[in-house]
């Protein structure tokens, strides 16, 4: 008992370890956001804030309310631009998993486009999106979709389409065929296998592949670049506000990338034991 403790303490001090160089940016960045403006770039590095503030913070919703309004030009509000991630975020993710999903299902059960379909699909995903994003920008230019919440969000359900055909693919492939043809002997039909036998199955691998693709949506930087300009402006977009031309404001800059990782991270907290289940699915027994 005495060799397993040790050998615990050791695998959790190593796994400590490892973990250092990925937390501390994010530990600096934190920190840094309840700085004040003079230990933003000390000489010497302030593990800690000496004199922790919320002004980092206020900044980002009251833009005239700090001391920082004589070296700042921004005058809008952060909630714009968070309401508009949150929205692109969740519609992209959900238009994404609706059309991958039974796009997956099509596939793994019906053989549907035979071998070709699933390679080009994942073909469409290897292209870069900055070689697709200029005939996409002439076509919502005609569409007149820039600028818009609905163009926003067709764009990431299809950059993102291929990454749930795939993940879901591998999950649906995870469930033997028997289960369906037992619910087809008991008279159910083929959407009524899919939608009330199959799926709740794969509810654990659906919520791995939600929180997949709505992380992809929510640091989008390029697509949202492009296709953005004052109404649709997103969290990543609106972190360059606060470069200006005099010096980077490394506080709210810090403030706005706190306020980033949070919705990532509660989604992940809030289905945490449905991601587990969903990294070991497949432990059915045929």
């Not at 994010?26 to 956001?33: G, L, P």
């Not at 296998?193 to 791995?208: C, I, S, W």
Request: glycine share 6%; charged share 15%; hydrophobic share 55%.
């Amino acid at each position: 008992m005495a060799k397993k403790k040790v050998r615990r303490i050791v695998k959790f001090i190593i796994m400590g370890i490892l973990l250092v160089p990925f937390l501390f940016p994010i530990y600096w960045m934190v920190t840094t956001a309840f700085k004040p403006w003079e230990e933003w770039v000390p000489k010497e590095a302030i593990l800690f804030p000496h004199n922790p503030t919320w002004e980092n913070f206020i900044i980002l919703f009251h833009p005239e309310a700090t001391s920082y309004v004589a070296f700042t030009t921004v005058k809008e509000p952060i909630t714009k631009a968070l309401t508009n991630s949150v929205i692109l975020s969740v519609g992209g993710t959900l238009l994404a998993l609706l059309t991958g999903t039974l796009a997956a299902y099509a596939i793994s059960r019906f053989k549907a486009g035979g071998d070709i379909l699933p390679q080009l699909i994942l073909m469409f995903r290897m292209m870069p999106p900055i070689a697709a994003i200029i005939p996409i920008t002439i076509m919502y230019s005609a569409f007149r979709w820039v600028d818009t919440h609905i163009g926003l969000i067709t764009a990431y359900g299809l950059f993102n389409i291929p990454f749930v055909v795939w993940l879901m693919k591998s999950f649906f492939d995870d469930i033997p065929r028997e289960v369906d043809e037992a619910a087809l002997v008991d008279g159910w039909s083929y959407w009524g296998v899919f939608r009330r036998v199959v799926l709740p199955l794969t509810y654990t691998g659906m919520a791995v592949t939600a929180l997949f693709i709505y992380i992809l949506c929510w640091s989008d930087f390029l697509v949202a670049l492009t296709l953005t300009n004052v109404r649709c402006t997103t969290i990543p977009i609106f972190l360059s506000v606060y470069s200006q031309a005099y010096g980077e404001m490394y506080g709210p800059l810090a403030a706005v990338g706190t306020f980033g990782i949070l919705p990532p991270v509660i989604l992940g907290l809030a289905i945490q034991k449905y991601l587990v289940r969903g990294f070991t699915f497949g432990a059915i027994k045929r």
